[in-house]
């Protein structure tokens, strides 16, 4: 016995005509006779009853039409799952990003593959820059946006957008009236304090605070230091020191904190394994080449 043949009985139980029937599944009557009688035989009993009119189930025919009705569903809802899940339609993506664009670019282009792709899960994880690339070759995460480009061989990237850094001052800063500033404006700063991230760090990102502050002609008065964006930000938003971060980080404590641009630039990223087979990856991929990561975030 096989799928097509219970296919053929479940149709003809519910015809209950053999011409009909075979009209409907595109064989012949003999042929449709030949496959039912082939089930019966290697059931070992009647599954319909028959005379030269009519054409009935019997009481064990009714029984395995409702079993194999909900088998069939079952064995097509499993089959339509494992296509979904081999396409990458149905699964898990684990997405590394940086607390910058946690109020950006992030929710919208979350979004975006919600809409398109509404069964694939997204783990969100909040990575460090400098463990980026670990956590991509360990296999913690599938996919991560970062500042900086891979420096494992085994990994591929992405450019995504550049965006200006820029001065964050507390809302009754001097400066908080202002909207743009040249690098050379920020010497008015030298003697106020900074909440930065560490400025001897390896990091891409280190490494261009330092040039900031050297184009502008000091060192800074360092208050806190730390890797955490939002952080600072809140450090900032207390008045407690003043600091240079991606433009993208303005989403956060809107009304607290002032973000005045300045022209060194930072570039934005996404990185992930060569040759990952993974398809929500590949799906996660194309949503990513196909969004706008310039355009203003959606409103909340």
């Given at each position: ?14 015809e ?32 319909f ?39 990458g ?38 990575v ?18 970062n ?64 040039a ?24 900032v938003a ?18 607290e ?44």
């Amino acid at each position: 016995m096989n799928l097509q043949q219970i296919e053929y009985f479940l149709t003809l139980a519910d015809e209950l005509h053999f011409w009909k029937t075979s009209e409907k599944v595109f064989i012949t009557q003999s042929a449709l006779s030949r496959h039912i009688k082939s089930m019966e035989q290697e059931l070992g009993f009647d599954l319909f009853e028959r005379d030269k009119r009519n054409v009935k189930l019997t009481p064990a025919g009714e029984f395995l039409r409702d079993q194999y009705a909900k088998l069939l569903a079952d064995y097509q809802s499993v089959t339509r799952r494992a296509s979904l899940i081999a396409s990458g339609e149905i699964g898990a993506i684990r997405i590394g990003f940086p607390a910058s664009i946690t109020f950006s670019v992030l929710p919208d282009l979350l979004l975006a593959l919600h809409q398109k792709y509404p069964h694939i899960v997204a783990q969100m994880i909040e990575v460090d820059a400098s463990d980026v690339d670990p956590f991509l070759l360990a296999h913690r995460i599938d996919i991560a946006f970062n500042r900086e480009s891979a420096k494992a061989k085994d990994l591929a990237s992405s450019h995504l957008m550049t965006e200006n850094f820029a001065l964050v001052v507390p809302a009754h800063h001097r400066f908080a009236g202002k909207s743009e500033l040249k690098l050379s404006d920020l010497y008015k700063l030298k003697n106020e304090e900074f909440v930065l991230p560490a400025l001897n760090g390896k990091s891409e990102h280190a490494s261009q605070l330092r040039a900031i502050f050297q184009g502008a002609g000091f060192d800074p008065i360092i208050h806190v230091e730390s890797d955490f964006g939002v952080a600072l930000l809140g450090l900032v938003a207390k008045g407690l020191g003043i600091s240079i971060m991606p433009i993208s980080y303005a989403h956060h404590l809107k009304h607290e904190v002032h973000f005045i641009k300045i022209p060194p630039t930072s570039d934005l990223l996404a990185l992930w394994r060569v040759g990952d087979a993974n398809p929500a990856l590949q799906i996660f991929l194309q949503v990513i080449a196909e969004f706008d990561f310039y355009r203003e975030p959606s409103s909340t």
